[in-house]
Nanobody, 115 residues
Framework: VQLVESGGGLVQPGGSLRLSCAASGFTFSSYVMRWYRQAPGKERELVGHISSGGGSTNYADSVKGRFTISRDNAKNTVYLQMNSLKPEDTAVYYC?????????WGQGTQVTVSS
């Protein structure tokens, strides 16, 4: 299993970023995909998840209404669209998959929200 995140960077408060996570090594379209983040000195937290078919999503209260998770099963890719970014969104963002009841993680992509 391989998960490769991309799209992070430095953005001003109020700005937007779109993260991508390219997956391989398992049947992507059969599994829920999750986005997590970890800020400096804090535990990793769940940002949200999307069902295998993409018809259902769920988000942490802290990002609800600002972040949107989507997926393209033809491209084996899951996305995290982040709008109205705040300094407290600064973190390393990870995608996660659990095929065969085991957790797999990407290397993460840094998002920094600062003026």
């Amino acid at each position: 299993v391989q998960l490769v995140e991309s799209g992070g960077g430095l953005v001003q408060p109020g700005g937007s970023l779109r993260l991508s996570c390219a997956a391989s090594g398992f049947t992507f379209s059969s599994y829920v995909m999750r986005w997590y983040r970890q800020a400096p000195g804090k535990e990793r937290e769940l940002v949200g998840h999307i069902s295998s078919g993409g018809g259902s999503t769920n988000y942490a209260d802290s990002v609800k209404g600002r972040f949107t998770i989507s997926r393209d099963n033809a491209k084996n890719t899951v996305y995290l669209q982040m709008n109205s970014l705040k300094p407290e969104d600064t973190a390393v963002y990870y995608c996660n998959a659990r095929p065969w009841a085991s957790d797999y993680w990407g290397q993460g992509t840094q998002v920094t929200v600062s003026s």
